[in-house]
């Protein structure tokens, strides 16, 4: 038997145990150590991030030309598509 084996056989060994002394305790809650570890990783992020101010999001302003840029373009795609549907239906 390696180290690593006897280590791990130790650490099943006291998880048993805690979860023996949970029941005895009244606890009914005897959960493995894995997942309170994870439940508190999880409740620290929840915590560090409400903790930080929300970042204000910037509109983004479009201007006249760019609009008029964009509007050009779709009424473009939409003679095209038009135009597709037209020659395929025939």
């Not at 006249?64 to 840029?69: A, I, Q």
Request: zero cysteines.
């Amino acid at each position: 038997m390696g180290i690593s084996e006897i280590l791990a056989s130790v650490d099943r060994e006291i998880a048993l145990l805690q979860q023996a002394r949970a029941l005895l305790s009244g606890n009914s809650a005897a959960a493995p150590r894995k997942r309170a570890r994870r439940r508190q990783r999880a409740a620290a992020a929840v915590k560090s991030t409400a903790s930080k101010p929300a970042k204000r999001v910037r509109k983004r302003k479009l201007s006249p030309e760019g609009r008029k840029r964009i509007a050009e373009a779709v009424k473009r795609r939409w003679e095209a598509q038009r135009k597709a549907a037209a020659s395929s239906g025939k």
